[in-house]
């Protein structure tokens, strides 16, 4: 969009996205009706990814649940203000999550994908994304995604498909985490989400677009 303000022609523009490996939703361990709902957010402590409001949502609801949290704190321009992650702690306190909510820190690659493997569904409250990798990857891994309307989620949820967009409103949220307290609804919505992000983002496509891209030029 940017390209064409600036007066690129449209039909000269080609945009391929990242690729992504898709894990086997079969082997991934669901939890039972009976269990805590594991609930999992992924990147980089920021303002802008709004994560007061996740922990907000926690706080209304009323089933079994666990949720972690996964990144450690960033900057995201020179002049914001640090102590976000020391805020947030101060703030599972307040609303008494503590025991619930685990700030689990940066983790490795390895690591990151275990936590999606062990997740159930996956919270993004963001402001704004340029994309929002862990949106993708955690599609990838099958899970439900609860959103608001930013980046690749845009291309990824679909409400009662994939997903939920959600304004970010503390208790719209946490309704819609409700929605997904069934089992059977969180397995449909996984393999429903990681179809799309197969035929959207899967290797197999990524390489067919560059392949026509090179050939375009010969």
Known sequence: EDAIEFGVNPNKIRVIPMGVEIESLEEKAVCKSDE?????????????????????????????????????????????????????KTLRSDLGLEGKVEFAGPQTADRIKAFYRESDLFVYPSLYENFGQPILEAAAFGLPIISTDVGVAR????????????????????????D?????????????????VEINFGWNKIMEDYKRLYEYFC
């Open 36 to 88: 805590s709902l594991r609930i999992l957010f992924v990147g980089r402590l920021a303002r802008v990814r709004r994560v007061e409001l996740l922990l907000q949502a926690l706080r209304e609801l009323d089933i079994p649940f666990c949720a972690t949290i996964v990144g450690g704190e960033a900057k995201t321009a020179t002049m914001s203000r640090s102590g976000y992650m020391a805020q947030l």
């Open 155 to 178: 291309d990824l949820v679909e409400n009662n498909d994939t997903g939920f967009i959600v304004s970010g409103e503390p208790k719209q949220i946490a309704n819609k985490i409700k």
């Open 180 to 196: 997904l307290a069934d089992p059977k609804t969180r397995f449909l919505m996984g393999k429903a989400i990681q179809k799309r």
